[in-house]
């Protein structure tokens, strides 16, 4: 299955299928990426992480892709799994020279059906 | 990973009534902690930004007297949310980072659920 960004906040997979979770990212000064996995009450959890200087990186399940001429970065989870249903967010760092202040992409809700 | 606490999970008060959130960084040092707020089925706003032993810096349209932070410690920032209206009924998410690095993790607590009555 497959989300377009912004405009589709959620995303509905069978157990097992590959999700695709896609952002649109406005600043091409931003150069550090991070998905985040938000479970119902609970703070964001961290996924996978991308620097400008890559276009591609790969965990545990997880791929993210960074494409800097359109400004896009996607999440790709591999055997989605019941487990993985939650709200999956993008962040970007905007160049900032103070740690990590972040800003946050709409998000996207990922429904796994058994 | 570093782990960010946050104190208390839920909360319940009045309208009114002012609110004290805690932020600690359990296993790290954090020159800077980082306060959001989240409301349902919407994304996480950046609301401020707490400098250990200096002025918070606040996001436009934050107001600074409502929402009053001190991070005294390497360890500890929080949040006061002063006469709480039901309007500000939030989740209210901190973050922190181990390092003075740019481009580094950040570590979020567990959030907490702020109820204005």
């Known amino acids: 299955g497959e989300s377009v960004g912004l405009h589709l906040p959620t995303l509905s997979v069978q157990e097992g299928d590959n999700s695709i979770i896609n952002c649109a990212y406005s600043?091409?000064?931003?150069?550090?990426f991070i998905w985040y996995k938000q479970e119902s009450g609970k703070g964001p959890q961290f996924i996978i992480d991308?620097?400008?200087?890559?276009d591609k990186r790969q965990g545990q399940r997880v791929t993210v892709l960074l494409n800097k001429t359109v400004k896009h970065l996607s999440l790709q989870i591999a055997a989605t799994q019941p487990g993985d249903s939650a709200v999956y967010f993008c962040?970007?760092?905007?160049?900032?020279?103070?740690?990590?202040?972040?800003?946050f992409g709409e998000g996207t809700q990922l429904t796994v059906n058994p | 990973g570093a782990v960010v606490s946050q104190h208390p999970s839920r909360v319940i008060c009045k309208s009114g009534t002012s609110v004290k959130i805690e932020c600690r960084s359990l296993?790290?040092?954090?020159?800077?902690m980082f306060w959001y707020r989240q409301f349902p089925k919407q994304s996480l706003m950046l609301m401020a930004t707490?400098?250990?032993?200096?002025?918070?810096?606040?996001e436009q349209g934050v107001e600074k007297d409502k929402f009053l932070i001190n991070h005294a410690s390497l360890t500890l920032s929080t949040l006061t949310v002063t006469s709480a209206h039901p309007e500000d009924s939030s989740f209210y998410i901190c973050s922190a980072n181990t390092g003075r690095r740019v481009n580094t993790e950040a570590f979020f607590g567990q959030g907490t659920r702020l109820t204005v009555v």
């Open positions: 991308i620097r400008s200087n890559m």
């Open positions: 296993d790290f040092q954090a020159t800077t």
């Open positions: 600043n091409s000064a931003s150069d550090y």
């Open positions: 962040a970007e760092n905007r160049g900032e020279t103070s740690g990590s202040r972040l800003t």
């Open positions: 707490s400098n250990e032993g200096s002025k918070a810096t606040y």
